[in-house]
């Protein structure tokens, strides 16, 4: 995924820029950047790796380096960014949010009649942050140099850019599967992913971008370029996932939301009858605990926390580059609590289950505690399908899936035609993947919510969220 910070002042602004950025750490672990300009330097630019090593320690000092009234800054879970471009547009600073899934088709294209070139990467990959740049500059201006963007890529695109002046051009992705919103302070304005990270920074909600929405924005002013489109699909995975608790988007907070959804999950289990003999209610830390707590106050079971994750030295456990050391940290970072486990029969709520890999780990190691029982609920639906819209999982194929690799267990890619019944519960096909499932990773029962259910608990028609990861309607 990725999230990136903006401010234009009439004050220097790159502290804020700083923090703001920071602030989005939860949402990529590769690469960091800020760019600014101001009259006597121009543009100013800083990346740095962050695999190892937190966005606030590699950035650490930036502010006497940098300076400008006019800053944007970025977390990046794939290319390096903000990029500097010199183009028929002008001299301007450029970072993206999204996914291209043809950059292989438009790379050829544009070299095909440009006879121009692009700065490739290890391995001959393009940036993908270069390649947006490059459709953009297409266009005579970047109104028109956006909108085509948009319109070639197959994938979505979000972005902001910094021109010479120390104005802002915001740009939400067409559909709107992220959101982009801007916030006001006496001496300027800023925009952003995360709505929590501007109000720690004093900074009021001024507006959200709609989908397709392009502003340009000033210290003192917002100027609408592009309105917003009507239809809007934004990632539910958002609330129940990767979203921060604090945060709100389309008015709804992830907090709130995580909480009802498991309440939904525990109505439903009453009726089953599938809350009896239960102990403890705990959620997978940490994405899974408000939803874990919604479960508890709704089925009345006790929550608890039988294991916390010991987070100063990796606070995200596939920050690790190879996945047997992602294995190894999730591994590492589990603390029991043996009272809260010995002989006792646990019901965990996890945010999602992907590979399934690391839930494994965790329920042998709660066995190996003493546990009696460990049921299993997770916050979404099955996922059938890798995102190819924002890359939130980083799985290849959608054999990577546990779902899906089960489905093709079962029926062969034959079962592909069924998805719809695996992720329902009540048919058999649904039964026999989820019986499927819990023999794999030694679970006592394995419930999921319905997508019903989940949109229940964001609050948003289903026609305006994304849902494609469960049923590959994007």
Same mark, same amino acid.
């Given at each position: 995924?990725?999230?990136?910070?903006?401010?234009?002042?009439?004050?220097?602004?790159?502290?804020?820029?700083?923090?703001?950025?920071?602030?989005?750490?939860?949402?990529?672990?590769?690469?960091?950047?800020?760019?600014?300009?101001?009259?006597?330097?121009?543009? &100013?630019?800083?990346?740095?790796?962050?695999?190892?090593?937190?966005?606030?320690?590699?950035?650490?000092?930036?502010?006497?380096?940098?300076?400008?009234?006019?800053?944007?800054?970025?977390?990046?879970?794939?290319?390096? &960014?903000?990029?500097?471009?010199?183009?028929?547009?002008?001299?301007?600073?450029?970072?993206?949010?999204?996914?291209?899934?043809?950059?292989?088709?438009?790379?050829?294209?544009?070299?095909?009649?440009?006879?121009?070139?692009?700065?490739?990467?290890?391995?001959?990959?393009?940036?993908?942050?270069?390649?947006?740049?490059?459709?953009?500059?297409?266009?005579?201006?970047?109104? %028109?140099?956006?909108?085509?963007?948009?319109?070639?890529?197959?994938?979505?695109?979000?972005?902001?850019?910094?021109?010479?002046?120390?104005?802002?051009?915001?740009?939400?992705? #067409?559909?709107?599967?992220?959101? $982009?919103?801007?916030?006001?302070?006496?001496?300027?304005?800023?925009?952003?992913?995360?709505?929590?990270?501007?109000?720690?920074?004093?900074?009021?909600?001024? #507006?959200?971008?709609?989908?397709?929405?392009?502003?340009? $924005?000033?210290?003192?002013? $917002?100027?609408?370029?592009?309105?917003?489109?009507?239809?809007? #699909?934004?990632?539910?995975?958002?609330?129940?996932?990767?979203?921060?608790?604090?945060?709100? +988007?389309?008015?709804?907070?992830?907090?709130?939301?995580?909480?009802?959804?498991?309440?939904?999950?525990? /109505?439903?289990?009453?009726?089953?009858?599938?809350?009896?003999?239960? %102990?403890?209610?705990?959620?997978?830390?940490?994405?899974?605990?408000?939803?874990?707590?919604?479960?508890?106050?709704?089925?009345?079971?006790?929550?608890?926390?039988?294991?916390?994750?010991?987070?100063?030295?990796?606070?995200?456990?596939?920050?690790?580059?190879?996945?047997?050391?992602?294995?190894?940290?999730?591994?590492?970072?589990?603390?029991?609590?043996?009272?809260?486990?010995?002989?006792?029969?646990?019901?965990?709520?996890?945010?999602?289950?992907?590979?399934?890999?690391?839930?494994?780990?965790?329920?042998?190691?709660? +066995?190996?505690?003493?546990?009696?029982?460990?049921?299993?609920?997770?916050?979404?639906?099955?996922?059938?399908?890798?995102? #190819?819209?924002?890359?939130?999982?980083?799985?290849?194929? %959608?054999?990577?899936?546990?779902?899906? /690799?089960?489905?093709?267990?079962?029926?062969?890619?034959?079962?592909?035609?069924?998805?719809?019944?695996?992720?329902?519960?009540?048919?058999? /096909?649904?039964?026999?993947?989820?019986?499927?499932?819990?023999?794999?990773?030694?679970?006592?029962?394995?419930?999921? &919510?319905?997508?019903?259910?989940?949109?229940?608990?964001?609050?948003?028609?289903?026609?305006?969220?994304?849902?494609?990861?469960?049923?590959?309607?994007?």
């Amino acid at each position: 995924m990725g999230g990136f910070f903006g401010a234009t002042s009439t004050r220097d602004v790159v502290l804020d820029v700083f923090f703001g950025v920071d602030y989005h750490s939860h949402l990529g672990t590769r690469r960091g950047g800020m760019a600014a300009v101001n009259e006597e330097k121009g543009f &100013q630019r800083d990346i740095h790796n962050i695999e190892n090593s937190p966005f606030r320690t590699k950035f650490a000092g930036i502010v006497d380096e940098m300076h400008g009234n006019a800053c944007i800054g970025c977390i990046s879970d794939s290319d390096p &960014q903000p990029l500097l471009i010199r183009s028929n547009l002008g001299v301007y600073a450029i970072t993206t949010i999204g996914s291209i899934n043809n950059a292989d088709e438009l790379i050829n294209q544009y070299l095909s009649f440009s006879g121009g070139h692009f700065t490739t990467m290890t391995g001959g990959r393009i940036n993908s942050t270069e390649l947006a740049a490059a459709l953009i500059n297409q266009k005579s201006n970047f109104v %028109d140099g956006i909108r085509f963007a948009q319109e070639k890529i197959d994938g979505s695109l979000s972005v902001l850019i910094l021109e010479e002046s120390g104005s802002i051009i915001a740009a939400r992705d #067409k559909f709107g599967r992220l959101p $982009i919103l801007v916030g006001k302070d006496n001496d300027g304005h800023c925009v952003s992913f995360e709505s929590f990270a501007f109000e720690k920074l004093d900074y009021e909600f001024e #507006k959200e971008l709609g989908p397709g929405e392009i502003v340009r $924005i000033y210290p003192d002013k $917002i100027e609408t370029l592009s309105k917003p489109h009507k239809k809007m #699909k934004i990632c539910a995975f958002l609330w129940s996932y990767y979203g921060y608790p604090t945060s709100r +988007y389309e008015g709804i907070n992830v907090e709130v939301m995580r909480t009802k959804n498991g309440a939904v999950m525990a /109505r439903e289990d009453k009726a089953k009858g599938l809350c009896e003999g239960i %102990d403890y209610v705990s959620g997978v830390p940490d994405s899974g605990t408000p939803h874990a707590i919604g479960y508890a106050n709704e089925s009345g079971i006790p929550f608890a926390r039988p294991f916390i994750k010991y987070t100063p030295t990796w606070p995200r456990s596939f920050m690790p580059t190879s996945q047997s050391e992602r294995n190894k940290v999730a591994k590492m970072k589990m603390i029991p609590v043996h009272d809260l486990i010995q002989n006792k029969s646990l019901l965990f709520v996890d945010d999602s289950i992907v590979r399934g890999t690391q839930l494994r780990e965790t329920v042998e190691f709660l +066995y190996s505690h003493g546990a009696k029982e460990v049921h299993m609920r997770s916050a979404c639906p099955p996922i059938m399908y890798g995102c #190819k819209y924002l890359n939130f999982s980083r799985n290849t194929t %959608d054999d990577d899936l546990i779902a899906r /690799r089960v489905i093709h267990e079962l029926e062969g890619t034959d079962g592909d035609k069924y998805i719809d019944e695996y992720s329902d519960a009540s048919t058999e /096909r649904g039964k026999a993947l989820r019986e499927n499932i819990c023999e794999k990773l030694h679970l006592s029962s394995l419930e999921y &919510q319905s997508i019903a259910g989940l949109i229940e608990a964001i609050g948003l028609p289903e026609d305006c969220v994304c849902t494609y990861c469960w049923n590959g309607k994007g």
